[in-house]
């Protein structure tokens, strides 16, 4: 902890930063700091419980130095950020964290959470500084990181409808899922838009379909597989199989995932006539 | 009037059996229902579906009075294809006949709430049934509505119930029936009111023993002392209204809607026109359009803002208004914060700060 | 809101299938509705009653329930013009394409038109007047290519007065029909018909040629299109050159000449051809003794020089760097011309590794008396006069399997017209033509192929060719099919000649994509109509013409280049051009700025804005938004919306149908 609580003092020290986004305990458990001066900088800790994605807080924070403090999943949503011109690289510092697994906070027996099962990024790919994991560190499990999704698919279509009927029928639309997601920055959501009305607002289980099939479909291509969403919903709808089945699309289709680099384009907008435009070069002298 | 105050014992299988003819006089039953390791209060038909093992159900019991989703009128044209499960059905072809053909409100029976929830009914009656202006939608299913309460005997960490003048892990506080679970397979019921006698018919149900209310003394103080959370309000709350603290103490909040949806109390709802209904669904002030009006301002536009005016609502304003706070302490909105806001520590820090221009 | 319904029964085209009364009975019944019906709406008395009917009813928006837009739009855009509405006040029902010319049952086809026609209502509810954005024009062209189409269009557009720069790739003007002998059916010597027209175009002054250069990008719009040419070092000064010619016969290295399609050498320092325009050599890098020695030892002062050393105007530049220009034009055309089918891909013919297989190209530049063999005959393995040749037809065209199923046009008519010379070149000479269908569909072209046969008698075979291969002796064995005979035939050949088929410039993607004009799956570019567009493309103000299109012979290149020409013409004279108004535009308060609308824009036509909050949002650029709705799709809050084809008209349209 101390290599994080110095950087992050330095950082402020320095004025490099207005603010360090970070982690600290309080009354037992974990909640995302803010630190602006150097002297609030020792409650920084990193450890297992440190589930929150504080790329999240971005959104609040445009057009403003900041350092965050990011694990490998959270600091790809930096990236997806880049990608769609939603900050500039030069306004964050990124403290990475090496992590081998945050806790599932929904489980009885305290278990690493289901994203850290098969994860590529213990140390993030986009980072200013790094802290080094202290522990032992313990290797993902290798093996089909869609076997899950994949056994789904086999259930025939009526016993799948029925699953997410029960499912979206428990959702209340409090939206938890998109605002404590780092990719759902839109200024005004689709769901409020009713000039025209695409989506409905209210709650009900046509509009819970609605708005979660929506959400996942605009999440293709971009979800970092954080894991917040499923987290923080207050009726347990498994929104990451949702997600992960979009995820595992996105690979088979496109060999496409989120936040790999920063200079590659959003998969949206991925078309290189070089790469994509096949030119037989047989037929032409 | 009822008779006397009624307490007796009856067995888990009775009670049971008294449930399940609820059903059968075509009454709609509401009980917990165990859903993916989370409760809630749904509509029943086979009593043997029954969760009996829950501290409380995630959603607050008011979506049965005050549904998430209502339509308050239909202008459908009639050719519209069936919604998928829509709790209120649309019009069948009928031509513009407002309220004319809504789906008549059933009788309804709610088991298993807990006295938190049993009270919050109360709280949200003063708002909803004021003198002048009653809401005849909440009033038709709050009179159609019966409550059987189930005591608490393994509050939460985060409950504060008992801060509350009439609250308390066994409050018999706005229900119709309080049951108390004394044994394995022993409950006491207490009869509080007519709509609750109708229920529990049977005079033969054995009258408790003073072993029995000795007991129910024990659990009653053991199931009180669990309660570590209290309620502080700051008496110079409304003063505190610029402090820099609400700045600082709002940065983590990213402003979703559960703490106001899982609060037993809260009660603001947005009416629009869609799709040919005039509804009424549930609306967080914590969402920006909350505030938006027709011009395009939002006077609510930071985050702060909506955050502190959640505060002002439950334990400024309301109480200048209705002469108490718009809380019953039954802790969700602590539970649920996925970045575990706690309101009393929010309260507390508050009122240790200074009014700062 | 007042509409007006007017039915149109086409003559009986809408009402011999739709009962027109019904239509305009079940439109009036809609409140705020007027109908009515007319024989030919689009007649004079039809358009006239449309007028009086907005100014009695005091009408907002038309809808005209009849043909196709495409025809029709304009007409009654003006009709409302005259009536004093916007013209964007009008919607059109497709009644007669879309519904009476398609279906047969009377019933459901007028019930078809009436609920066309109340989409059309329910669009139109929410019409807005549109007005269109004026933007200037430049009065200077581009043309890309100095082939002879690029040459023609250039001469036309120059000779009405307006200036015009040629952007040619290689260091010469003149394509392909420099390389020529002679063309058909009238045997004119190529180089003397086009050279003529090489030097009217760089004599003109209102002409410009860059040679040896390439157009690196283009952006702007119909009007207003800024191009950024790189004119490629030559490192030979071109004002000081005289063209003597000393510096390349004194050039000690020797390589192929692409001109001569590797039949013959150029030097290092070369002309491409001696009448090529300008006459001024250019230095070949890649082979040249000096520059590879500077890329071996850059320190050096560099072997040989030997051009530098013996040129008396001191034209020798060695550290001339490419020169970047920019400038603005109000049109481009588009002349690429084509490239030739690489064989090799028929391992039945050699595969290339035959020295006396030799291309259609290969042999014109036998046969030209300036060409590697001056003009003789000869084959190219052991330079003895080939006697006996077989020409090929359809080496490449019409084969699907090879990527090429489309005709190739010219074949026909050049292979007859090089066993005519051949016989001309070697009286006593033995022709052999293996064909599949003879393809003459020209002026006196049918006649020339006759005259081949009869006059020069060049024997004509119907059957493909399924072997070449080389005998001991080293001749070739042609095997093929005489159909008409009914027999196998084998030839044995000094040369055989194949007619490789015409395919499309390798650099059309490249420019495809950087002008965003559109290709097809040949990769020729696509045209505006193939009927009655074939010279403009769907970019406004980008012209094509010449065998980029599509391979076509020197007449139908010129005429198409004066078609080019033509259009670009009728665009400069205008003073201002008027820009549709159905364009997107963006809804700054709820645009994230994240862009995706940019990325799928297949005009460039989405620029950044920076807000007073300082966030980056999007912008329509309206000059170059073609309103192709791509962006709407994209966006992921609803932000952009189309005006004049807006979501909310949609939906309407659709809710209208419920």
Redesign the interface.
């Known amino acids: 902890m101390k290599e994080l609580i110095d950087k992050a003092k330095e950082l402020l020290k320095e004025k490099k930063v207005e603010t360090v986004i970070g982690y600290r305990e309080i009354r037992g458990c974990v909640v995302p700091a803010y630190v602006d001066s150097p002297c609030d900088a020792d409650c920084l800790i990193f450890d297992k419980r440190c589930v929150y994605n504080l790329a999240n807080y971005l959104k609040w924070f ?2 403003k130095n900041v350092a965050l403090v990011l694990k490998g999943c959270d600091a790809k949503s930096i990236n997806v950020w880049l990608q ?3 900050i500039k690289r030069e306004n964050i510092f990124i403290i990475g964290v090496e992590c081998y697994g945050v806790m599932n906070e929904k489980s009885a027996d305290a278990g690493l959470s289901d994203k850290c099962g098969h994860c590529e990024a213990h140390v993030p790919n986009i980072y200013d500084a790094v802290i080094k994991h202290q522990g032992d560190k313990k290797e993902s499990v290798q093996g089909e990181p869609f076997k899950d999704i994949q056994e789904f698919e086999k259930l025939p279509h009526d016993e799948r409808w029925d699953f997410w009927k029960k499912q979206f029928e428990k959702c209340i639309k409090c939206y938890a899922c998109r605002e404590i997601c780092p990719m759902c ?6 769901v409020e ?1 009713n ?2 009305q ?1 989506i409905m607002s209210s709650p009900s289980v046509k509009g819970n379909f609605e708005w979660n099939m929506v959400r996942a479909f ?1 999440l293709a291509g971009r979800c970092v597989e954080c894991g917040e969403c499923e987290r923080a919903c207050p009726v347990n709808i498994p929104l990451m199989k949702l997600n992960k089945k979009l995820i595992k699309e996105m690979k088979e289709l496109f060999d496409y995932s989120a936040g790999q680099k920063e200079d590659v ?2 998969a ?2 991925d ?1 290189y ?1 070089e790469k994509d ?1 096949k ?7 | 009037m009822i008779s006397e105050m009624k307490k007796f014992i009856i067995s888990k299988n009775e009670l049971k059996k008294i449930l399940a003819g609820i059903v059968a006089e075509n009454i709609k039953l509401i009980a917990p229902v165990s859903r993916d390791n989370a409760f809630f209060l749904e509509e029943v038909s086979d009593a043997e579906k029954i969760a009996w093992d829950y501290s409380n159900v995630v959603k607050p019991v008011k979506e049965h009075i005050f549904p998430m989703r209502e339509v308050l009128l239909d202008f459908g ?1 009639g ?2 294809p069936p919604a998928l499960d829509e709790p209120e059905a649309r019009s069948s072809g009928k031509e513009k006949n407002p309220a004319g053909n809504m789906p008549p409100v059933k009788e309804q029976v709610i088991f298993g709430l807990r006295p938190c929830d049993a009270r919050s009914l109360l709280v949200l009656d003063k708002p909803f049934l004021q003198e002048k202006y009653v809401d005849s939608y909440y009033k038709e299913r709050r009179e159609k509505t019966t409550l059987i309460a189930m005591a608490c005997l393994n509050p939460e960490k985060t409950c504060l119930c008992s801060s509350f003048e009439n609250g308390g892990p066994f409050s018999s506080a706005g229900s119709d029936v309080l049951c108390v679970q004394t044994g394995q397979d022993e409950f006491l019921v207490e009869i509080l009111s007519e709509k609750g006698e109708k229920i529990f018919k049977n005079p033969s149900f054995a009258q408790p023993s003073g072993e029995v209310l000795k007991k129910l003394e024990n659990l009653k103080a053991d199931s009180e002392a669990k309660i570590c959370k209290a309620l502080k309000v700051p008496e110079n709350l409304r003063e505190l209204f610029e402090a820099g603290t609400w700045e600082t103490e709002s940065l983590s909040c990213i402003a979703c809607g559960i703490c106001r949806y899982l609060s037993a109390t809260c009660y603001c709802f947005n009416i629009t026109d869609e799709f040919e209904q005039r509804l009424r669904y549930w609306i967080p002030c914590s969402f920006k359009n909350y505030t938006k009006m027709t011009s ?1 301002e939002i006077s609510r536009e930071k985050k702060s803002a909506r955050f502190k005016h959640w505060y002002f609502h439950k334990f400024s304003y309301h109480k200048d208004n209705f002469g108490e706070y718009l809380c019953v302490g039954c802790g969700r909105c602590i539970k649920y914060c996925p970045v575990k806001i706690d309101f009393t520590e929010v309260l507390g820090k508050i009122g240790n700060s200074k009014q700062e221009q | 809101m007042k509409i007006g319904v007017f039915v149109c029964h086409c003559g009986t085209n809408i009402s011999a299938v739709i009962d027109v009364q019904k239509v305009v009975n079940d439109l009036a019944k809609m409140p705020g509705v007027f109908a009515m019906d007319y024989k030919f709406m689009c007649s004079d008395p039809g358009q006239n009653m449309i007028i009086s009917e907005i100014k009695q009813k005091k009408l907002d928006a038309v809808i005209v329930a009849a043909c196709s837009p495409c025809l029709h739009e304009l007409t009654f855009r003006n009709t409302l013009i005259r009536g004093g509405l916007n013209p964007y006040m009008l919607e059109i029902a497709n009644i007669r394409e879309q519904d009476s010319w398609v279906h047969t049952d009377r019933d459901k086809a007028t019930e078809k038109a009436v609920r066309l026609a109340k989409m059309a209502v329910a669009k139109a509810k929410r019409n807005q007047p549109l007005f269109p954005q004026e933007v200037s024009v430049e009065k200077s062209c581009l043309v890309i290519g100095g082939g002879i189409a690029g040459i023609q269009a250039a001469i036309d557009i120059s000779s009405a007065g307006y200036q015009t720069v040629i952007v040619e790739k290689e260091p010469s003007i003149g394509g392909k029909m420099a390389m020529f002998d002679k063309t058909f059916p009238t045997l004119d010597c190529s180089a003397c018909i086009l050279t003529p027209k090489m030097v009217q175009a760089s004599q003109s002054k209102k002409v410009k040629i860059y040679t040896y250069s390439e157009v690196e990008e283009i952006g702007g719009y119909v009007g207003n299109f800024n191009a950024r040419i790189r004119v490629k070092a030559r490192s030979v000064n071109m004002e000081k050159c005289t063209g003597c010619g000393i510096c390349w016969q004194k050039c000690p290295v020797k390589v192929n000449s692409e001109f001569e399609q590797n039949l013959g050498p150029r030097k290092a320092v070369y002309v491409p051809f001696a009448q090529a325009v300008p006459n001024v050599p250019v230095i070949d890098c890649v082979n040249c003794t000096y520059y590879r020695s500077k890329r071996q030892n850059p320190e050096s002062k560099g072997l040989c020089r030997i051009c530098e050393k013996f040129c008396p105007a001191g034209a020798i530049e060695f550290d001339q760097k490419d020169k970047i220009i920019e400038e603005k034009f109000g049109a481009v055309i588009v002349a690429t011309g084509f ?4 064989h ?2 028929y391992g039945e013919y050699g595969a290339g590794r035959y020295k006396d297989v030799v291309t259609a190209l290969q042999f014109e530049r036998l046969l030209n008396s300036s060409g590697p063999t001056q003009g003789k005959i000869l084959r190219p393995s052991d330079s003895k006069e080939a006697r006996t040749i077989v020409f090929v037809q359809c080496v ?1 065209s019409r084969d699907e399997s ?3 199923p489309y005709c190739s046009r010219v074949c026909c008519m050049y292979t007859a017209k090089q066993a005519l010379l051949l016989k001309e070149h070697i009286p006593d000479a033995n022709a052999y033509v293996f064909y599949i269908d003879i393809r003459a569909a020209g002026k006196n072209y049918e006649e020339f192929i006759e005259r081949v046969q009869d006059e020069y008698g060049v024997l004509y075979l119907r059957g493909r060719v399924s072997k070449i291969y080389r005998t001991g002796d080293g001749a070739l064995l042609v095997r093929g099919a005489d159909t008409l005979s009914g027999t196998q035939v084998e030839i044995s050949a000094d040369m055989v000649v194949l007619a490789t088929g015409l ?2 410039n ?1 650099e059309t ?2 420019l495809g ?1 950087m002008i965003g004009i559109p290709y097809d799956k040949n ?1 020729f570019f696509t045209e505006s109509h193939p009927k009655l567009a074939p010279a403009e493309t769907q970019t406004a103000g980008v012209f094509i013409c010449g065998a980029c299109q599509f391979p076509k012979d020197i007449p139908d290149s010129v005429a198409q280049a004066g078609a080019a020409a033509s259009k670009v013409l009728g665009l400069f004279s205008q003073e201002h051009l008027m820009l549709e108004p159905v364009l997107a535009c963006v809804n700054q ?8 609308c940019r ?2 824009c297949p005009y460039n036509a989405i620029d950044e804005e920076i807000l007073k909050d ?3 949002v999007a912008r329509v650029i309206e000059s170059k938004c073609h309103g192709c709705g791509n962006c709407i799709s ?1 966006c ?3 932000a952009v919306d189309l005006k004049g084809y807006t ?2 008209q949609i ?1 309407e349209q659709l809710q209208s149908l ?1």
């Open positions: 445009k057009n769609e011109f939603q920055y839109c200024k005004e959501c689709i838009r000039i025209p695409w605009h384009k959003s949206i907008d078309f006539p435009i030119i037989d070069d047989k037929m032409i002298r | 044209r050719t519209d395009g | 490239s030739a089918f690489d090799k891909v490449g090879k990527g090429v395919v499309s390798p993607v490249k994509q990769r308060k709820i645009c994230n700025g994240c862009f995706h990325a799928v300082k966030s980056v994209a992921p809050v609803s979501n909310e939906l419920r």
